[in-house]
């Protein structure tokens, strides 16, 4: 018999933003994660493939996450992390773009998939959030 994989109404889809400044995650990814105090944010490196694990408090090289929740969703501000993404991945955040994750029962981590983007910002929307085009 077939596995099935149910849709969750009350969570949605699992899905990470991610611009100039920073990543979005919405409430599925905060659910699915298990609401943990810090991620592990990486890379496989053979693919354009970003993974988020939680983490423990005491965990080095983690980031904060649940107290960071605010709206059903948290945001974590940091260049650094966008540059990581985009030299391991070879992908360019100079507009903003969503990816949606898929759940890894076996390593228990979200993966989204960075050569997929569900939605890219036009133009005009980085305009109407005041960022405006630069050339070179």
Known sequence: MAKVK??????????VSIGL????FNKAVIEMLGKPPRIKLGVLEDKK???VAPAEKRE???????SRERYNN???NNKSIVRF???????????T?????IWDE???????????????????????????????
């Open 49 to 51: 493939t970003m993974i």
């Open 6 to 15: 149910w849709f969750d109404a009350d969570l949605g889809v699992p899905e």
């Open 106 to 136: 076996e390593n228990q981590w979200l993966e989204f998939d960075l050569g997929k983007p569900v939605w890219i910002a036009s133009s005009s929307e980085k305009e109407a959030d005041g960022e405006e085009e630069r050339e070179g």
């Open 21 to 24: 400044y920073g990543l979005g």
């Open 85 to 95: 993404i985009s030299v391991s991945t070879d992908n360019d955040f100079s507009r």
């Open 60 to 66: 080095k090289g983690t980031l904060e996450f649940a």
């Open 74 to 76: 948290v945001r974590v």
């Open 97 to 101: 773009s969503k990816y949606v994750g």
